[in-house]
T-cell receptor, first 111, second 118 residues
């Protein structure tokens, strides 16, 4: 399986600080995506980065991709209480049509 | 509103009693998929479908069946549920391959179906 692995499993930071989560995967990819999940609800797409891109920004989100290391990072700047959620990376392979998710990082923003 | 609708949202059943979780999308998406989410294991793909009458196994297909007779619907069938199928299930859809347009790979998720098998 090409399942991604997020690191750390859980992260607690003070409101206003930056949060960084990492994702590693095993096989070649077309795209890597990050999703957010609030407490047992459906996942919501945050950002997609293609395999030929190295960095992408969307609002307070910054994603990097290093295909040589098969890893990605998600940076959330100036965190807010509403950012408390679980974050998942997902990869799709050029070899099949599966979209594989990692185990997620639980982020808790402390007031 | 563009959405993926799953039913039921909550279900408690007993071992061996066949059940179906329905999934419907109104976005004319080609690709649909089922995932299960378990603590510590993240989301694991059960089955997916690239289009009508085309289905493929994901990483954990055992004990499940699917069908794709219409583009909008992708039901998940548990013929003989067992307690290890107690989980939170998500249906998701996306546009599918669209000439390299990466946005076609973004999944839209349903709200989830929490299933308990006693």
């Amino acid at each position: 399986s090409q399942q991604g692995e997020e690191d750390p499993q859980a992260l607690s930071i003070q409101e206003g600080e930056n949060a960084t989560m990492n994702c590693s995967y095993k096989t070649s990819i077309n795209n890597l995506q990050w999703y957010r999940q609030n407490s047992g609800r459906g996942l919501v797409h945050l950002i997609l980065i293609r395999s030929n891109e190295r960095e992408k920004h969307s609002g307070r989100l910054r994603v990097t991709l290093d295909t040589s290391k098969k890893s990605s990072s998600l940076l959330i700047t100036a965190s807010r209480a509403a950012d408390t959620a679980s974050y998942f990376c997902a990869t799709d392979s050029p070899l099949d049509d599966k979209i594989i998710f990692g185990k997620g990082t639980r982020l808790h923003i402390l007031p | 509103e563009a959405q993926v609708t799953q039913n039921p949202r909550y279900l408690i059943t007993v071992t061996g009693k066949k059940l179906t979780v329905t999934c419907s999308q109104n976005m004319n998406h080609e690709y649909m998929s089922w995932y299960r989410q378990d603590p510590g294991l993240g989301l694991r793909q059960i089955y997916y479908s690239m289009n009508v009458e085309v289905t493929d196994k994901g990483d954990v297909p055992e004990g499940y069946k699917v069908s794709r007779k219409e583009k909008r619907n992708f039901p998940l069938i548990l013929e003989s549920p067992s307690p290890n199928q107690t989980s939170l299930y998500f249906c998701a859809s996306k546009k599918g391959w669209a000439g390299g347009y990466s946005g076609a790979n973004v999944l839209t998720f349903g709200a989830g179906s929490r299933l308990t098998v006693l």
